[in-house]
Structures are given as structure tokens and as C-alpha cells.
Nanobody, 120 residues
Framework: VQLQASGGGLVQPGGSLRLSCAAS????????TGWYRQAPGKQRELVAA???????NYADSVKGRFTISRDNAKKMVYLQMNNLKPEDTAVYYC???????????????WGQGTLVTVSS
């Protein structure tokens, strides 16, 4: 099982980006998913999380600007980021709890990270 994150890049303050996370491999079900970020010199922090039924919660710093969504059929998770600020600059990682078969427990997987730089 692999998670592949993409969509990062350089954007000006106030701009938007959409991150994508594709899950591949032997997957029976995807449970909760999330996006985390790690800025230079800081600890990794949760940005947004989504349950399988689509319920979401967000870090206070991104509420009203970021939206997490998922397409269970396509095994995709997205993070729409609007009104980006310089303090959003970080490497963004996707995370998912994945059940590989109907007889196994959920295990946690991480994507490789995608860099988002917000700068003028």
C-alpha cells in the first residue's frame, strides 16, 4: 500500500492550491484520513482530518480556508487550500488508516510529503 501526495508548489499570499493524495495497492477499505504539515524547525501538526463518512475537523489556523474531501471509490483524498498565508508554508503529508483485507485490522500509512511555499 502506498500513499502518493501531489499538488504542492509556490503560490503567492492569498492564492490557492489543491493537494491530492492517491492510495494504491491492496486496499479493502480506507478509514479516517488526514493532512498534516511540518514547517522548518517545527513539529508535524494536524491540519485537517476526515472520517470515512466525510465528517471533518480542522486546525484553528486553517478553519474557513482549507477543506478536506475524499472520493472513496477513487481512493483519493484532497485538501483545497484557499487564501494561503506565508505561515502555511510547510511540507504537507497525507495520512490514512487502511484495511488491506476484510480480515485485517486498519494500519496507518503516510504519503511522502509535498512542499507548499507561500511567498511573494
Amino acid at each position: 500500500v502506498q500513499l502518493q501526495a501531489s499538488g504542492g508548489g509556490l503560490v503567492q499570499p492569498g492564492g490557492s492550491l489543491r493537494l491530492s493524495c492517491a492510495a494504491s495497492g491492496s486496499i479493502f477499505a480506507i478509514g479516517s484520513t488526514g493532512w498534516y504539515r511540518q514547517a522548518p524547525g517545527k513539529q508535524r501538526e494536524l491540519v485537517a482530518a476526515s472520517t470515512r463518512d466525510g465528517s471533518a475537523n480542522y486546525a484553528d489556523s486553517v478553519k474557513g480556508r482549507f477543506t478536506i474531501s475524499r472520493d472513496n471509490a477513487k481512493k483519493m483524498v484532497y485538501l483545497q487550500m484557499n487564501n494561503l498565508k506565508p505561515e502555511d508554508t510547510a511540507v504537507y503529508y497525507c495520512n490514512a488508516m487502511i484495511q488491506r483485507t476484510s480480515r485485517t485490522y486498519y494500519s496507518e500509512y503516510w504519503g511522502q510529503g509535498t512542499l507548499v511555499t507561500v511567498s511573494s
